[in-house]
């Protein structure tokens, strides 16, 4: 069914529950290094393999990094809990159980608040729990890299023990034909919230946060929700609004056609955009949850929550107020640069001496542009706020215009070197020779005599075309303003 | 028989510190023993006698250049195939695990070797710790050195058997329900279940996290402690190790005095049901305590009653769980690996054949009791019987100093009398499973004969007091032992 068609008849209600990957030294319950990328099967050791006799022992860094979430998130820190043990048979998990938190989360009853085009949306979070990441299976041989069809699987327990967070949000109501875009503005907020904690890299493309969505149907006006779908394999904030926008697009087409919604577990696919059935309610595991006896009872004193709580550095919210009063901005001019991804780049570019316009101007405009040439993230761009700021001091100096600033970006970013080195390597310098730029000018004078005239009779908005041949004859690289005067000077126009 | 192997671990720790005898000498003893009387035993299930003798070299080595060493050091000991060991094969008595070579050793493996205690080789049990008799190991019953058509007691029946049988002066064990009490009572020695976290997990291969614990077995009280001392204490690698200081239990051990101490007798365990034999043999204990200065009460502790059952939904609960990762992906047994089966069906046909009936009976409880919609009633009400058994702890040491009760209802039952009878199996822990649902400290030490066979008495104290069971253990060792003229063993028949 069309979007708007399934939104005149039904009401979303949404749910997400967030994983992230904690960036910690080491994994979750053994002293085996997380970094991303190793030959497989390099960082382990008998704990996060599972070994017969290993044990596991709770990382103090891992608990930091949760508790500081869920303060961020408004959460209650309970003063004790446990881990259980989620029991279900896979060749990628090392003791066919996960150790994670069932009834006693660690941080509960939060909420963040979004902003989706204009309007506020408050998101409860129900629960804040610690796990521990699986291994990562890689299906060899099949048609479609899943287990189904495949000749023989490869298993790496690199990623198995890594520290992982997971956030549920309470059921969202009430969001109307803005689900897609409130399920992605919680995402980027959620994403922004945890990347300015320094926890987590929470990068989606790898894995080191990700999202499944819960999605129901009910009938505009009635008082029961509908039956849900939880989609997982959600990989990065475009997908997010997609999934919600394509399950509410499906269930509304069943619905309406007098189908029944079956409780399951939904597979989103990036390339169609769509979402395929996978394992249903009725053929879901009993995790069989219990208390783990493996490992004493969490129970994070007042004192150190209250310390950790005072340690938390200025949230995105906070720094959104302060950049929008700082750098002037309208509230159309902050969300763009929020969806840009782009504040924190812009504050480091200040930082390094820009001022906030231009910053601005060069990240929202050459660079974004760039970036999604390339179909990358604007943080993923291979030059940093600290060159932004040299280009942009040369530009400030006069040694740069616009032009050849964006040749310097174009250098930067094809690996040419630092900005000077750019700039030294292909001529780039503005032409600022004054006796070279007059004897310019005076043949360009020579050469358009009819134009010249123009401007000797008052048309100063001819001048233009002079300055277009000035710049022409010097490839770009004088300053045009500068030429500007010179020429209206000449001619006696000034 | 060598005159080394009747000698007890202290004295023989002397021996060689006191350049007497080589820790060599004293290793080549203990095999020889081996190779003559296990083939009636079937107490090992692996020995390596290189891999001993290097050991013990290096020990010896380390003496001439002049180390300070431990009080054990150069003894042997036969370690229970349940702690990993890097140089030996470790199978917790199961097939699913038979030839596994661990990359790690346990920390109590770790500890025995700075000890300087050389291992003679891995002791056979219960498949998995879970059973009475040894019956249940995969590779054949381990039989009782006082009647070998008897079993020795289980799980940790292999090294209760080592060491009534002078094949090893010390050894370890596991306990979990009674796996070390039990089997130390029916063959006449002593063994102790340390305070719950007072010895490290790691490496130990569970059974159930919550009620595993490592312990000594030994000819005597004070060789117990001198074990104890040596492989307890804090361990970073497990969550649940107590982080405080072990306690002192060798000076207790030397001490062994009871007088003015408040003994009670556990009402419930006492009378009908048990043994004529072992009744008088434990009233006779109640005696000699008497007249040692002690002051004797009867206590009751109402909820111990439902020990038994509780025990037997939190075990196979924890124990369904702790298997899972028996799943022929990694490590062990592979059955049916012929390219033309999934994962899953691997999974489960390694776990058919790899795993004993008793294992698997346990599986499926704890499966069951876990499963959504029973959980509430079985594993969640066994928890709270769990909390009980602690109060009624709490409630009688706030009376008394110690507990006592007979270690076992009965003395050591033939090979085969039980195997078809779990029930009959259990009740065989009767006294000795609330202590591991408390976590607190207990000891079995040997009491007497009920028609010439061993019969055990446990003391139980609270958590971290271990040493006060030394204490009336030792007491009542030397008291027993004048009126026998000499050790219990000493009345077993020769091998
Ligand atoms: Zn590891």
Known sequence: MKYDEALAKYEPVLGIETHIELGTASKMFCGCPTGFGAEPNTQVCPVCLGLPGALPVTNHAAIEGIIKIGLALNCEIVEWCRFARKNYFYPDMPKNFQISQYDEPLCVNGFLEVEAEGETYRIEIERVHMEEDTGKSLHVGGATGRIQGADHSLVDYNRAGIPLVEIVTKPIPATGEKAPLVARAYATELRELVRSLGVSDVRMEEGSMRCDVNVSLMPRGAAEWGTRTETKNVNSLRSVERAVRSEIERQAGVLSGGGRIVQETRHFHEDTGRTTSGRSKEEAQDYRYFPEPDLVPMAPSREWVAELKASLPELPAARRRRVQAEWALSDLELRDVVNAGAVELIEATVAAGADAGAARKWWMNELSRRATEQGVELDALPITPEQVARIQAMVAAGELNDKLARQVFEGVLAGEGAPDEVVAARGLKVVSDEGELSSIIDRVIADNAAVADKVRSGKVAAAGALVGAVMKATRGQADAGRARELILEKLGAS | ?495
């Open chain 2, 1 to 495: 028989m060598s005159e080394l192997v009747t000698k007890g671990a202290a004295e023989l720790g002397e021996l060689i510190a006191g350049g007497d005898v080589s820790a060599v000498e004293v290793a080549r003893a203990h095999l020889d023993r081996i190779a003559r009387v296990d083939g009636q035993v079937n107490a090992f299930l692996h020995v390596d006698a290189e891999t001993t003798l290097a050991q013990a070299r290096a020990v010896d080595e380390r003496r001439a250049a002049g180390e300070e060493l431990g009080p054990l050091a150069g003894v042997p000991i036969a370690h229970k195939d349940v702690f990993t060991t890097a140089d030996m094969p470790t199978t917790a008595g199961s097939k699913i695990l038979e030839g596994w070579l661990p990359p790690y050793d346990a920390t109590v493996t770790a500890r025995l070797r700075k000890a300087g205690l050389v291992i003679l080789g891995k002791t056979n049990m219960d498949e998995f710790a879970m059973g009475s008799s040894t019956e249940n190991s995969a590779y054949g019953p381990t039989r009782n050195p006082w009647d070998t058509s008897r079993i020795p007691g289980g799980s940790s029946g292999g090294s209760s058997a080592a060491v009534a049988s002078y094949q090893a002066p010390l050894s370890t064990g596991t306990d979990t329900g009674g796996s070390i009490r039990q089997p130390a009572a029916v063959t006449g020695i002593v063994g102790m279940k340390p305070t719950y976290g007072g010895a490290s997990r790691y490496g130990m291969i569970a059974f159930a996290s919550s009620l595993d614990t490592p312990g000594p077995f030994a000819r005597n009280v004070l060789d117990a402690a001198l074990l104890h001392e040596a492989f307890s204490g804090h361990d970073a690698m497990d969550s649940t190790s107590i982080d405080a200081a072990v306690p002192p239990v060798v000076e207790a051990a030397r001490r062994g005095d009871v007088n003015g101490l408040r003994v009670g007798v556990v009402k419930e365990f006492h009378g009908e049901g048990y043994e004529p034999g072992v009744t008088a043999r434990f009233d006779e204990a109640v005696e000699v305590l008497e007249s040692l200065g002690a002051k004797v009460v009867e206590v009751s502790c109402p909820n111990f009653t439902y020990a038994l059952p509780a025990y037997y939904l939190i075990a196979p609960s924890e124990c369904s769980s702790n298997l899972a990762r028996f799943d022929a992906m990694r490590y062990g047994l592979r059955v049916g690996d012929d390219g033309s089966r999934s994962a899953e069906e691997v999974m489960a046909l390694t776990r058919a054949a790899g795993f004993g009936p008793e294992v698997k009976r346990r599986i499926m409880l704890g499966t069951y009791a876990l499963s959504s919609g029973y959980y509430d009633a079985y594993y969640g009400k066994a928890q709270q019987v769990r909390t009980l058994i602690k109060r009624d702890f709490e409630a009688a040491f706030e009376q008394v100093d110690v507990l006592i009760s007979p270690t076992t209802p009965t003395t050591a039952f033939t090979i085969g009398e039980r195997a078809d009878d779990p029930m009959a199996m259990y009740l065989a822990d009767l006294c000795t499973i609330p202590t591991n649902l408390a976590g607190n400290a207990a000891i079995s030490v040997p009491c007497g004969l009920s028609d010439g066979l061993p019969v055990g008495l446990q003391i139980m104290a609270p958590v971290l007091a271990d040493d006060r069971v030394y204490r009336v253990g030792a007491a009542i060792e030397r008291a027993l032992e004048d009126r026998w003229g000499g050790p219990l063993l000493a009345q077993a028949p020769a091998l």
